[in-house]
Nanobody
């Protein structure tokens, strides 16, 4: 079972920053596009950001554009989500996902592998 492992979540005050990491122990995703999604209590999972296999293409949800940055380091087999200027509405469980067909998609169903998620809580 392929597994992605997220880390870096926590509790932060509004206006603060967090950096999420996503690793794939024992497996390389260098040819896959990677995505970040989030799910708040009582809400559906929503797209946050995606990055192509080369890192040359990125997409962001309008709600995070200008505040969040997605990046990858294939030498470390990792993907990151730098989150700045955090707001209480960013509170959610954040998931990373891999799309082996490199579609750089915003659609959750098109991702093949998922992590278990990491909680991000932003206090006002």
């Amino acid at each position: 079972q392929v597994q992605l492992v997220e880390s870096g979540g926590g509790l932060v005050q509004a206006g603060g920053s967090l950096r999420l990491s996503c690793a794939a122990p024992g497996r390389t995703f260098s040819s896959a596009s990677m995505g970040w999604f989030r799910q708040a209590p009582g809400k559906e999972r929503e797209f946050v950001a995606a990055i192509s296999w080369s890192g040359g293409t990125t997409y962001y949800a309008d709600s995070v554009k200008g505040r969040f940055t997605v990046s990858r380091d294939d030498a470390k087999n990792s993907v990151y989500l730098q989150m700045n200027s955090l707001k209480p509405e960013d509170t959610a469980v954040y998931y990373c996902a891999a799309d082996r067909f490199n579609r750089v998609t915003m659609t959750a169903d098109e991702y093949d592998y998922w992590g278990q998620g990491t909680q991000v809580t932003v206090s006002s």
